[in-house]
């Protein structure tokens, strides 16, 4: 689901909360840090207070974009 909406251009955690799976807030925390220890994404501020974060993929994370549409 995470993949799935950072390729749709949806990069935030508001957007991945809204997505139809309805991921808990904890879980979903929980799947983004995982994801990005496995460097799938990377993450930058886009606002300082309180401190949010915007996602995008890396080449890592780009290449699972023909398995996904399977």
Known sequence: ??????????????????SPERITTHILADRLQRMEAARLFTRSPYQERPVRYA?????????LHPTLQE
């Not at 996602?55 to 290449?63: D, K, N």
Request: charged share 30%; no cysteine.
């Open 1 to 18: 689901m995470i993949l799935r909406d950072l390729i749709n251009g949806k990069p935030r955690y508001s957007d991945f909360l809204g």
């Open 55 to 63: 996602y995008e993929l890396t080449e890592i994370g780009r290449g």
